[in-house]
């Protein structure tokens, strides 16, 4: 930086002292000049070292406080709905003003799912506390997030216990009490255990649970009935009697499946005098029954993937596996729609009769491979995959999702999954050699490779269909699905889809609709339709219009959406029954028709348990420094955050470094400079 006034003073002493232009000017005209085109060198040498200008930001950050509403029916079902429908939203946004003069207050409400709403329907019919816990940890992970402010009865039906999900939370939690604690006179059908399909001809099984409040010493019924068409028939009468005032009973029911087809059955239990909750006293049923079950043959020795993969297809609607030791089995073949090889052919057991049945029969095999399967046997049974395996060696591979599967749909939500589920062991090969006729469902991901080698493939050949999984600790896929979500639902998705599409027999027809045989009262009815040419392609031109019926004979007319090659509907939320439908599709002069029935089961968990559980809101507060407060102490939530010390701003200091050439000044500077002597240099005849 010395040298930049050094070429200001050399380049100024020289133009003013060495130039005979400038002889004649005055000697205080020469300085000024001089001092002039000094500071103007010396500033310009100094911008080319490029200077920064360093500067500080201070950012103000708000405390997060989060207002989550309970959305669900249980708040309205006391003798305050009138209150919680009116008085109660205005309380709310009082205290929501008040507090957003110092906070960053951010609105929920909650039931089956958390929305980014104050709601005050109270239409919810579930209530998961847990969901909003952690989609509140997820969102606001290393914000400054002050407090979580819960206004709910306390009643949960869904999920698991909040005080467990609460525990991720770093934060105050304060709650509102909502709902009624009086223990109200009450006859409950708190729940009907039952199977969702039966076989034709056989005895099925209901299991009723009732409950009832402060009704010792009285009496009601218990009927269970079909209803056909516009009528009731009473297939089972109970009487039952109160002998205390917290009564519980476990009521076994069995029935007859006389005929197939969709049955719908009513659960009732006889008001009793006194009672104010009628609504819990009654539930519908829906069973599916089935002409036959189709088996499944699993050999295998025992192994825990056989086991995780028998309890997914035994949960399925319509299968039944049946497991047996490979040299075991003694048993007719051809009785069986599928059948699946734990790590066969083996080196102790080809299998081979076995396998040549197979072939003659045309029956659907799943192959699972593993350190026991003979791959020099299993590369011989022309399934679409050889490989050449040194020995029994192996690889850990994760699963990628093939871009172009088209044989089946896997959910959207499933896919993103996939990714996050433990590495299976596949064959270590020196090359897996793949026939063009397989389709990949997942391929294998070794570190952070996707290899062209198939996870679970599947191929044809002649009239049988082929699976394969190229891998063994599957069961890990569950257990982890387990951990991550409490429940098996995209294990076993993956598990029915696959053998859905092995034992399912091909549908050759050119119209197909795919629905689910049941949905939720509270979740829209959602199917897809596909249309092929005669050479089997996929088009979606012709429109695809369907009738949905429901059991009273009113008619719902739709028109399905087009998608990239095929069709869906979303017919939204539809009453709770029994609904039939008829699609239709014209294309040229032929017209395609295609018949169905599903049913929309009531969610009633709202009904059956209404007093409030304020207990559980004091442990909350009491766990994560809060207060528990009632709805007329609302407008008190501000001065009672207000008077917290750790709940308080933080300021961010932003520290940044930018170009003194970009800064406008240094151009009107400059500017000023120039112009100043040049002005003064004219004025007095000099250039």
């Given at each position: 930086?010395?040298?930049?006034?050094?070429?200001?003073?050399?380049?100024?002493?020289?133009?003013?002292?060495?130039?005979?232009?400038?002889?004649?000017?005055?000697?205080?005209?020469?300085?000024?000049?001089?001092?002039?085109?000094?500071?103007?060198?010396?500033?310009?040498?100094?911008?080319?070292?490029?200077?920064?200008?360093?500067?500080?930001?201070?950012?103000?950050?708000?405390?997060?406080?989060?207002?989550?509403?309970?959305?669900?029916?249980?708040?309205?079902?006391?003798?305050?709905?009138?209150?919680?429908?009116?008085?109660?939203?205005?309380?709310?946004?009082?205290?929501?003003?008040?507090?957003?003069?110092?906070?960053?207050?951010r609105v929920m409400s909650f039931g089956k799912e958390v929305k980014d709403s104050m709601n005050y329907s109270f239409a919810e019919k579930e209530t998961d506390i847990s969901s909003l816990f952690d989609a509140i940890t997820k969102r606001y992970y290393g914000k400054n997030l002050g407090a979580v402010v819960l206004a709910t009865d306390g009643i949960y039906n869904k999920g698991f216990d909040p005080l467990y999900a609460a525990r991720s939370l770093k934060c105050n939690i304060y709650t509102v009490a909502l709902?009624?604690?009086?223990?109200?006179?009450?006859?409950?059908?708190?729940?009907?255990?039952?199977?969702?399909?039966?076989?034709?001809?056989?005895?099925?099984?209901?299991?009723?649970?009732?409950?009832?409040?402060?009704?010792?010493?009285?009496?009601?019924?218990?009927?269970?009935?079909?209803?056909?068409?516009?009528?009731?028939?009473?297939?089972?009468?109970?009487?039952?009697?109160?002998?205390?005032?917290?009564?519980?009973?476990?009521?076994?029911?069995?029935?007859?499946?006389?005929?197939?087809?969709?049955?719908?059955?009513?659960?009732?239990?006889?008001?009793?005098?006194?009672?104010?909750?009628?609504?819990?006293?009654?539930?519908?049923?829906?069973?599916?029954?089935?002409?036959?079950?189709?088996?499944?043959?699993?050999?295998?020795?025992?192994?825990?993937?056989?086991?995780?993969?028998?309890?997914?297809?035994?949960?399925?609607?319509?299968?039944?596996?049946?497991?047996?030791?490979?040299?075991?089995?003694?048993?007719?073949?051809?009785?069986?729609?599928?059948?699946?090889?734990?790590?066969?052919?083996?080196?102790?057991?080809?299998?081979?009769?076995?396998?040549?049945?197979?072939?003659?029969?045309?029956?659907?095999?799943?192959?699972?491979?593993?350190?026991?399967?003979?791959?020099?046997?299993?590369?011989?049974?022309?399934?679409?995959?050889?490989?050449?395996?040194?020995?029994?060696?192996?690889?850990?591979?994760?699963?990628?999702?093939?871009?172009?599967?088209?044989?089946?749909?896997?959910?959207?939500?499933?896919?993103?999954?996939?990714?996050?589920?433990?590495?299976?062991?596949?064959?270590?090969?020196?090359?897996?050699?793949?026939?063009?006729?397989?389709?990949?469902?997942?391929?294998?991901?070794?570190?952070?490779?996707?290899?062209?080698?198939?996870?679970?493939?599947?191929?044809?050949?002649?009239?049988?269909?082929?699976?394969?999984?190229?891998?063994?600790?599957?069961?890990?896929?569950?257990?982890?699905?387990?951990?991550?979500?409490?429940?098996?639902?995209?294990?076993?998705?993956?598990?029915?889809?696959?053998?859905?599409?092995?034992?399912?027999?091909?549908?050759?027809?050119?119209?197909?609709?795919?629905?689910?045989?049941?949905?939720?009262?509270?979740?829209?009815?959602?199917?897809?339709?596909?249309?092929?040419?005669?050479?089997?392609?996929?088009?979606?031109?012709?429109?695809?219009?369907?009738?949905?019926?429901?059991?009273?004979?009113?008619?719902?007319?739709?028109?399905?959406?087009?998608?990239?090659?095929?069709?869906?509907?979303?017919?939204?939320?539809?009453?709770?029954?029994?609904?039939?439908?008829?699609?239709?599709?014209?294309?040229?002069?032929?017209?395609?028709?295609?018949?169905?029935?599903?049913?929309?089961?009531?969610?009633?968990?709202?009904a059956t348990h209404t007093i409030a559980d304020h207990h559980l809101l004091y442990q909350l507060a009491n766990e994560h420094s809060g207060k528990m407060i009632f709805p007329n102490q609302i407008e008190e939530l501000p001065k009672l955050l207000e008077n917290r010390d750790d709940i308080k701003p933080v300021i961010y200091s932003h520290v940044a470094y930018s170009p003194l050439i970009d800064l406008k000044w240094v151009f009107f500077v400059l500017l000023a400079l120039a112009s100043i002597e040049w002005f003064?240099?004219?004025?007095?005849?000099?250039?």
């Amino acid at each position: 930086m010395i040298l930049c006034p050094l070429a200001g003073a050399v380049y100024a002493f020289t133009f003013y002292y060495k130039n005979k232009r400038t002889a004649d000017l005055l000697p205080v005209l020469k300085w000024t000049l001089t001092a002039l085109r000094f500071l103007l060198v010396t500033f310009i040498v100094f911008l080319f070292l490029s200077p920064l200008i360093r500067s500080a930001k201070n950012t103000i950050e708000k405390p997060i406080v989060i207002i989550a509403q309970d959305n669900s029916e249980s708040v309205v079902t006391g003798k305050d709905s009138a209150f919680y429908r009116h008085a109660y939203p205005a309380s709310w946004d009082k205290a929501i003003t008040a507090l957003s003069a110092k906070y960053d207050v951010r609105v929920m409400s909650f039931g089956k799912e958390v929305k980014d709403s104050m709601n005050y329907s109270f239409a919810e019919k579930e209530t998961d506390i847990s969901s909003l816990f952690d989609a509140i940890t997820k969102r606001y992970y290393g914000k400054n997030l002050g407090a979580v402010v819960l206004a709910t009865d306390g009643i949960y039906n869904k999920g698991f216990d909040p005080l467990y999900a609460a525990r991720s939370l770093k934060c105050n939690i304060y709650t509102v009490a909502l709902g009624d604690t009086a223990v109200k006179r009450d006859a409950i059908i708190t729940k009907v255990d039952h199977n969702s399909t039966a076989y034709l001809g056989n005895t099925f099984p209901f299991q009723v649970i009732l409950d009832a409040q402060k009704l010792e010493g009285k009496s009601s019924t218990l009927t269970v009935s079909e209803v056909k068409g516009n009528s009731e028939d009473k297939l089972f009468v109970k009487p039952i009697s109160f002998n205390s005032n917290s009564f519980h009973l476990s009521v076994p029911v069995q029935l007859t499946a006389k005929t197939a087809g969709l049955k719908h059955y009513i659960v009732k239990l006889d008001a009793v005098e006194g009672e104010e909750n009628l609504t819990n006293n009654k539930e519908d049923v829906y069973v599916r029954v089935l002409d036959q079950k189709e088996h499944i043959l699993v050999l295998s020795n025992p192994h825990p993937d056989v086991a995780a993969i028998v309890e997914s297809i035994n949960s399925t609607d319509g299968f039944e596996a049946e497991t047996y030791l490979p040299d075991k089995f003694q048993g007719q073949l051809n009785k069986y729609c599928l059948i699946i090889l734990n790590q066969l052919p083996s080196s102790t057991n080809s299998l081979t009769q076995i396998l040549q049945s197979i072939n003659q029969l045309n029956i659907p095999v799943l192959y699972i491979l593993g350190a026991e399967t003979n791959y020099a046997a299993f590369s011989q049974l022309n399934t679409g995959l050889k490989l050449s395996a040194f020995g029994n060696r192996s690889s850990d591979a994760e699963a990628s999702v093939a871009p172009n599967f088209s044989l089946f749909t896997l959910s959207d939500d499933f896919k993103t999954y996939i990714g996050q589920l433990p590495a299976l062991s596949s064959p270590f090969a020196s090359s897996y050699q793949v026939s063009p006729s397989m389709s990949v469902l997942l391929y294998q991901k070794i570190q952070t490779v996707t290899t062209g080698y198939p996870l679970i493939a599947f191929n044809s050949t002649g009239s049988s269909k082929i699976g394969i999984i190229a891998g063994e600790g599957i069961f890990r896929w569950k257990l982890q699905d387990y951990l991550d979500h409490k429940n098996h639902l995209f294990f076993d998705e993956l598990v029915t889809k696959t053998v859905q599409y092995l034992a399912v027999k091909d549908d050759k027809s050119f119209f197909r609709i795919h629905c689910p045989n049941s949905f939720k009262e509270d979740e829209p009815v959602e199917m897809d339709a596909e249309l092929y040419n005669p050479s089997y392609q996929l088009i979606n031109d012709p429109e695809v219009n369907i009738v949905i019926t429901n059991a009273a004979g009113k008619k719902f007319n739709f028109t399905f959406s087009r998608t990239s090659n095929a069709y869906h509907l979303n017919a939204g939320q539809l009453q709770a029954g029994i609904y039939s439908y008829e699609a239709t599709v014209k294309v040229g002069e032929q017209l395609y028709t295609k018949k169905g029935e599903f049913n929309l089961t009531p969610v009633q968990l709202e009904a059956t348990h209404t007093i409030a559980d304020h207990h559980l809101l004091y442990q909350l507060a009491n766990e994560h420094s809060g207060k528990m407060i009632f709805p007329n102490q609302i407008e008190e939530l501000p001065k009672l955050l207000e008077n917290r010390d750790d709940i308080k701003p933080v300021i961010y200091s932003h520290v940044a470094y930018s170009p003194l050439i970009d800064l406008k000044w240094v151009f009107f500077v400059l500017l000023a400079l120039a112009s100043i002597e040049w002005f003064i240099r004219k004025w007095n005849g000099t250039y």
